[in-house]
């Protein structure tokens, strides 16, 4: 029987003959195969509004502080609760933009376009401040400053503070505080990532900034001149590699060149799912146990929620799809609790649905997280949801054929298949019944046509999925 390997997600490609999948989703790319892709376990209350962003920062004692925000309120994580730091007054903050936080020190600083640069100093504050009146959409740390991108008087601006002094922000040759107006026609600044250099993305350009002391004290060099990143929330960083979507796809900046990483393979399956009208929604994170780029999207069925994961496994340098229901992903550190503890997350021991085994519990780890839909934080061991396959299409060089029998190679999980044919390219997929498999692993199927594509659902865990073993024969031979 011939074997379809579930191979890489390639829904761009053509169905026929695609060397790949045309769908994988809520799945991780895994090795030579895939794995499932676990829902979300809340462990904290609700925020008063939709989360607008979220950071687990690091204190000079290595503790991790969890702070997020919302449209009129600052909040900081102690175990499983967020309690409100704002300032005096709180906030107003558009639906359409979001917070950003950054730490130098133990003073934490947070930023969002129309509110003044906020700051709270862990171990000292009990609530944020003004650290100044600069306003600004983006923040970062490059070396020993902080730095933010579009200002609010100037949206091709990149300010940055003192050297060694987050407070001090007037432009000096002594303080080494500057800004710099990156002019022209690439349009405003998008993001700002930090390190030891800066990278700035404007709608369609990205520019290089380099310390070089005084007087210039940042040398800012346009390194790509004929894209940037589209939309804000898109822009995701690990190490000094920067990951970020742009009007025609997903790239890789490396500080120096971008790379495609979607081209012929997702992009196109993205832009017709994408919900424009939601574009100031779009968020990213690394999932650093799976080695993913993941961005959070609304679909076009979706009003306003972020139904759609699509990730990227820098690794296998593989796609995937998840379904889901949140309002921002990041990172955090869950916390650890006592038996009496997990009243929390919930009064009654037997509504649990997170594993007594789950690491959720022993707490201490840095993980992929994010706001679901009920505003709450949680992290991604829940149990996972149907995983679902489709291959290309299959022939026996253009004759017409039957399906007999299909056996997937699976290990777990309760596994249906459906087999879908149709008679010319462009005509309509046909699909049959769902089949169960038998006792032995097999899935007897009669489905006959000229292209044959196999689509496989896995309830439940399982530990890996390879693709399929199709029994096919030749129409009118038995």
Same mark, same amino acid.
């Given at each position: 029987?011939?074997?379809?390997?579930?191979?890489?997600?390639?829904?761009?490609?053509?169905?026929?003959?695609?060397?790949?999948?045309?769908?994988?989703?809520?799945?991780?790319?895994?090795?030579?195969?895939?794995?499932? !892709?676990?829902?979300?376990?809340?462990?904290?209350?609700?925020?008063?509004?939709?989360?607008?962003? !979220?950071?687990?920062?690091?204190?000079?004692?290595?503790?991790?502080?969890?702070?997020?925000?919302?449209?009129?309120?600052?909040?900081?994580?102690?175990?499983?609760?967020?309690?409100?730091?704002?300032?005096?007054?709180?906030?107003?903050?558009?639906? !359409?933009?979001?917070?950003?936080? @950054?730490?130098?020190?133990?003073?934490?600083?947070?930023?969002?376009?129309?509110?003044?640069?906020?700051?709270?100093?862990?171990?000292?504050?009990?609530?944020?401040?003004?650290?100044?009146?600069?306003?600004?959409?983006?923040?970062?740390?490059?070396?020993?400053?902080?730095?933010?991108?579009?200002?609010?008087?100037?949206?091709?601006?990149?300010?940055?503070?003192?050297?060694?002094?987050?407070?001090?922000? *007037?432009?000096?040759?002594?303080?080494?505080?500057?800004?710099?107006?990156?002019?022209?026609?690439?349009?405003?600044?998008?993001?700002?990532?930090?390190?030891?250099?800066?990278?700035?993305?404007?709608?369609?350009?990205?520019?290089?900034?380099?310390?070089?002391?005084?007087?210039?004290?940042?040398?800012? @060099?346009?390194?790509?001149?004929?894209?940037?990143?589209?939309?804000?929330?898109?822009?995701?960083?690990?190490?000094?590699?920067?990951?970020?979507?742009?009007?025609?796809?997903?790239?890789?900046?490396?500080?120096?060149?971008?790379?495609?990483?979607?081209?012929?393979?997702?992009?196109?399956?993205?832009?017709?799912?994408?919900?424009?009208?939601?574009?100031?929604?779009?968020?990213?994170?690394?999932?650093?146990?799976?080695?993913?780029?993941?961005?959070?999207?609304?679909?076009?069925?979706?009003?306003?929620?972020?139904?759609?994961?699509?990730?990227?496994?820098?690794?296998?340098?593989?796609?995937?799809?998840?379904?889901?229901?949140?309002?921002?992903?990041?990172?955090?550190?869950?916390?650890?609790?006592?038996?009496?503890?997990?009243?929390?997350?919930?009064?009654?021991?037997?509504?649990?649905?997170?594993?007594?085994?789950?690491?959720?519990?022993?707490?201490?780890?840095?993980?992929?997280?994010?706001?679901?839909?009920?505003?709450?934080?949680?992290?991604?061991?829940?149990?996972?949801?149907?995983?679902?396959?489709?291959?290309?299409?299959?022939?026996?060089?253009?004759?017409?054929?039957?399906?007999?029998?299909?056996?997937?190679?699976?290990?777990?999980?309760?596994?249906?298949?459906?087999?879908?044919?149709?008679?010319?390219?462009?005509?309509?997929?046909?699909?049959?019944?769902?089949? *169960?498999?038998?006792?032995?692993?097999?899935?007897?199927?009669?489905? @006959?046509?000229?292209?044959?594509?196999?689509? @496989?659902?896995?309830?439940?865990?399982?530990?890996?999925?390879?693709?399929?073993?199709?029994?096919?024969?030749?129409?009118?031979?038995?």
């Amino acid at each position: 029987m011939p074997f379809i390997k579930f191979g890489e997600l390639l829904p761009d490609l053509p169905a026929y003959r695609n060397p790949g999948c045309l769908q994988a989703n809520n799945v991780i790319s895994y090795g030579d195969g895939y794995k499932p !892709f676990n829902t979300i376990a809340t462990f904290s209350n609700a925020l008063t509004n939709r989360a607008q962003g !979220f950071a687990n920062l690091v204190a000079v004692d290595g503790s991790r502080k969890i702070f997020a925000g919302d449209s009129s309120k600052l909040y900081q994580l102690s175990n499983s609760t967020f309690s409100d730091v704002s300032k005096s007054g709180g906030y107003t903050v558009s639906q !359409f933009d979001q917070w950003k936080f @950054t730490i130098f020190g133990n003073t934490v600083i947070a930023a969002s376009l129309g509110q003044n640069l906020q700051k709270f100093v862990i171990g000292t504050d009990t609530v944020f401040s003004d650290l100044t009146s600069i306003q600004a959409k983006f923040l970062t740390v490059v070396k020993d400053f902080v730095f933010t991108g579009y200002n609010s008087d100037q949206s091709q601006r990149v300010r940055w503070s003192a050297l060694n002094d987050p407070t001090d922000w *007037s432009p000096s040759q002594a303080t080494q505080a500057d800004y710099q107006d990156l002019v022209g026609d690439h349009g405003p600044v998008t993001g700002i990532n930090g390190g030891e250099f800066l990278t700035v993305f404007m709608q369609s350009a990205i520019f290089r900034g380099d310390y070089v002391g005084t007087p210039l004290i940042f040398q800012f @060099t346009k390194v790509n001149n004929t894209h940037g990143a589209s939309q804000p929330g898109s822009v995701c960083s690990l190490g000094h590699l920067s990951y970020y979507l742009s009007e025609d796809g997903f790239y890789m900046f490396d500080g120096r060149v971008s790379t495609p990483i979607g081209a012929n393979k997702i992009n196109k399956y993205f832009f017709d799912d994408y919900n424009i009208a939601y574009a100031d929604r779009i968020c990213s994170s690394i999932d650093p146990l799976n080695n993913l780029i993941v961005w959070a999207y609304a679909s076009n069925e979706s009003d306003g929620v972020l139904d759609k994961l699509i990730m990227y496994n820098y690794t296998t340098q593989r796609w995937t799809t998840a379904d889901v229901s949140l309002q921002m992903l990041g990172q955090a550190q869950t916390p650890g609790y006592t038996l009496e503890q997990m009243d929390d997350i919930d009064s009654s021991i037997d509504n649990q649905t997170v594993s007594f085994d789950s690491p959720l519990w022993a707490g201490g780890r840095i993980t992929f997280s994010a706001f679901d839909n009920n505003k709450k934080l949680g992290v991604f061991t829940e149990a996972p949801n149907t995983a679902s396959f489709t291959t290309g299409e299959l022939d026996m060089e253009g004759r017409r054929s039957s399906i007999r029998n299909i056996r997937p190679i699976i290990d777990g999980g309760t596994v249906t298949v459906q087999v879908g044919s149709r008679d010319k390219q462009g005509g309509t997929v046909s699909y049959g019944s769902t089949v *169960s498999l038998t006792a032995s692993g097999d899935a007897p199927v009669r489905k @006959t046509g000229r292209y044959h594509r196999f689509k @496989t659902n896995i309830t439940g865990s399982f530990t890996n999925s390879y693709g399929v073993e199709v029994e096919l024969v030749a129409e009118g031979k038995r």
